[in-house]
């Protein structure tokens, strides 16, 4: 009976898919090329970005059975965010080691996933700009082609960053940005924010990092500190989730005492459980919002979680919570974003 029941209701519980991992046989085999790599954004065109603040897009929903309003028009601060890899079909003949931002399929798939399930998480306190970048393909993380791999992260990279120059020069206009990210696009955001934030002028824009789904150890940043206190502006938080007593493989994800693990229902890198009734709700099948789905805790550089409490929950066979590392914790990032944004404008107009 419990076969019968994990094999049909399984595939409604799990999480919604927002980016990568999938089987080896989706691995590019072909060496990379720039004569194959797709033509280059622009970002003066707006069809080249996923999300912009004054026009209608999906970052501008929110969950369904939940209280929580779109801010994006009111919105006092911007957020500049960076999606997952969502470019992870089986190759076919000479792919292409990165995305075309104009694939209609690709785009879909950036809209439907992470811009529902992830970025809308900050449109209660930020403009939200998102750049479509030609994001490097799933292969990426598991090629033995080193050469293949940094190119094709340093061809995304370059798009990231020339639109986020773009942003500042015709879109900012001088208002504090929140810096925000998931897997992959935590690689190029984690670049990003050294070089544009960390010890340099604009630091004082800064009033968050949400840098989720990449291990980053201690010493990435010099000036910029983890979160360690609720609504502690001008720092940074990042964590990658798995099932409680679960030990990821070594590669993309990494464990240690050297990772920094904030644990998003107490807003600190401490070790100390946090209830699940610290859970503010969070977001899956069809965008539906429930609250109390689980606790957390760090460990060793880990966020572990226990078994989110939906129905038939468990029988989830997952032990890897990547997907969810944003959408599970919805309302908590949510809240603390806020908490935020309020601090940054209490501290700096008192000054």
């Excluded at 094999?7 to 691995?27: A, D, E, M, N, Q």
């Excluded at 957390?296 to 990547?322: Q, Y």
Aim: overall charge positive; aromatic content about 14%; hydrophobic content about 35%.
């Amino acid at each position: 009976m419990h076969t019968l029941i994990r094999i049909t209701l399984i595939p409604c519980l799990v999480f919604i898919f927002t980016g990568c991992f999938r089987s080896k046989r989706y691995l590019i085999e072909s060496a990379y090329s720039m004569d194959q790599q797709p033509k280059a954004p622009d970002y003066s065109n707006p069809a080249h970005w996923a999300t912009l603040p004054d026009r209608k897009d999906a970052a501008d929903l929110v969950p369904k059975k939940s209280d929580y309003v779109d801010q994006q028009a009111s919105a006092q601060a911007d957020v500049f965010f960076v999606h997952p890899t969502l470019y992870a079909a089986k190759p076919k003949e000479s792919q292409s080691w990165n995305a075309d931002v104009e694939d209609a399929q690709i785009n879909a798939r950036v809209d439907s996933n992470s811009i529902i399930n992830q970025a809308t998480v900050f449109n209660g306190s930020g403009r939200i700009y998102t750049p479509r970048y030609r994001q490097a393909h799933y292969s990426v993380f598991l090629t033995k082609d080193s050469l293949a791999h940094d190119q094709a992260l340093a061809l995304a990279y370059s798009d990231v960053k020339k639109a986020f120059e773009y942003y500042l020069t015709h879109y900012n206009q001088n208002r504090p940005i929140i810096i925000a990210s998931h897997s992959q696009g935590t690689i190029h955001a984690i670049r990003l924010v050294q070089e544009f934030f960390d010890g340099k002028e604009l630091q004082t824009k800064l009033v968050a990092a949400y840098l989720i789904g990449y291990p980053i150890a201690k010493g990435t940043f010099k000036y910029i500190l983890p979160i360690e206190t609720p609504g502690q502006f001008g720092t940074f938080a990042s964590w990658c989730t798995f099932t409680k007593g679960y030990h990821p493989q070594k590669g993309f994800f990494q464990e240690g005492p050297n990772i920094i693990s904030t644990n998003p229902l107490i807003w600190n890198t401490s070790n100390r459980h946090a209830s699940r009734h610290l859970h503010r709700g969070g977001v899956g099948l069809k965008f539906k919002f429930r609250r109390k789905l689980t606790d957390a805790e760090t460990h060793n550089g880990l966020l572990w979680i226990s078994k989110p409490r939906v129905p038939f929950g468990f029988l989830l066979p997952i032990k890897n919570w990547h997907v969810a590392d944003i959408n599970m914790f919805y309302g908590n990032i949510r809240e603390n974003v806020a908490l935020q944004v309020k601090n940054y404008f209490q501290t700096y107009s008192a000054r």
